[in-house]
């Protein structure tokens, strides 16, 4: 990408920068595209939640903001695997929802929250870049969404579950592998790539493309920023080098686990095998010292030595020898 043309990371920028008004425009294009209505952001509001406890936690997220609506807006961006990651969504979630409510509210002060997640890494089975969960409630039998009627100044109103249950977004980054063409496409394009068309129309990205300049950064900034990508660059490493040793790791395990278990098996089949070729080879002497036996007290009877050989299946010349 040409230098003059080099964009600062989301992940830097949500840190650093979109919690100036000034660049508000560029989160609520974001949060404006998934959810398909135009969203204007209030209020950059304190994302480490107070701690009541020496054991609580943190709600630790990227940006916790408001719309002109109320509604909680948490943007988080996760660049390595965390093994509990669905946990810390929700954690996050309901964290938002106590902390804007006081005791001694009433319930229809919770707020409705928007959980974004955007994911540098593998978190699942699923081959698309971008999902939405949301609570529906669906009757067992007929299938039919429930709606509730409730009573809001003076007037019967219905409201939908999910109006009021938190929606969660999850964004593969690494998933998407398309030609921007739409204002999502492009969105994602910006996350994966750092790619922002000229002439791009994709809300936010205009916003983002004038803001969001490397060289607006003076000296300092720049500095900071560079150490930051060289720290991604190097942990990527050392996780696909981890990767790569547990690969060959499992693979030598595996090898030698298989060579063991080889050599086991071939011991143990070979004894099967010793085991049951003696029983035959016993059974077999046997069978032919009994025949033997037989043919002996036969000749000792008066029978003839074609008569025997004709019953036992013994050849004439041994039962001769008797």
Known sequence: MCENNKYIRFDWAAKRMLRDKANFGVLEGLVTVLLNEKIHITEILESEGNQEEMYDKFNRV?????????????VEIQLTRELYYLERILYGVS?????????GDKYDKVKKVYSINILYFDIGQGSDYLYHGTTVFRGVHTNDKLVVKTKEHEAISSKMPEDIFPEYFIIRVNEFNKIATTPLEEWLDYLKNGHIKDDTTAPGLEE?????????????EKQAYDRHID???VQNDVLDTAKMEGRAEGWAEGKAKGWAEGKAKGRAEGRAEGRAEGKAEGRAEGRAEGILETASKMKSHGLSAETIAQITGLPIDDIRKL
């Not at 990227?62 to 948490?74: E, L, M, Q, Y």
């Not at 983002?208 to 300092?220: D, G, V």
């Open 95 to 103: 964290k938002a929802i106590t902390e804007h409510i006081s005791l």
């Open 62 to 74: 990227d940006i916790k903001a408001t719309n002109s609506r109320g509604d909680i807006i948490i």
């Open 231 to 233: 720290a991604i660059m």
């Open 208 to 220: 983002a493309r004038k803001r969001l300049q490397y060289l607006s950064m003076n000296k300092q």
